[in-house]
């Protein structure tokens, strides 16, 4: 069973990505709710609503798409600096005349 978790408001034309969600809602859990009126056009309006969400998530996902590259990269260029600065530190720490202990 999932824990229960408070629900989230996201305000009022939140902008998610480059799509506009022009309605309140809370997400519980891995559910979304929304409140419309019971009038002709609550069919429409729900549709709506999954529209904008489904534009937001696919907005989402190109940008991680463009992104993941460059994050791995970034990532990389880090651990190479990272390692070329441990590797200068033991070169100096063999010519000392006292052992070096790194934590």
Do not use: W
């Not at 309006?45 to 696919?58: A, M, P, R, T, W």
Request: contains cysteine; aromatic residues 4%; glycine residues 4%.
């Amino acid at each position: 069973m999932l824990p229960e978790i408070a629900p989230r408001r996201i305000p009022t034309k939140c902008r998610t990505a480059s799509v506009l969600i022009d309605r309140s809602c809370e997400i519980r859990g891995t559910a979304i709710h929304i409140t419309v009126e019971d009038n002709d056009r609550a069919d429409s309006e729900i549709e709506g609503f999954i529209k904008q969400v489904y534009e937001n998530l696919d907005g989402l996902r190109e940008e991680i798409a463009r992104y993941e590259g460059q994050v791995l990269q970034a990532v990389q260029q880090a651990a190479a600096r990272r390692k070329a600065e441990i590797d200068e530190d033991s070169k100096r720490d063999q010519s000392r005349k006292f052992p070096v202990r790194r934590g």
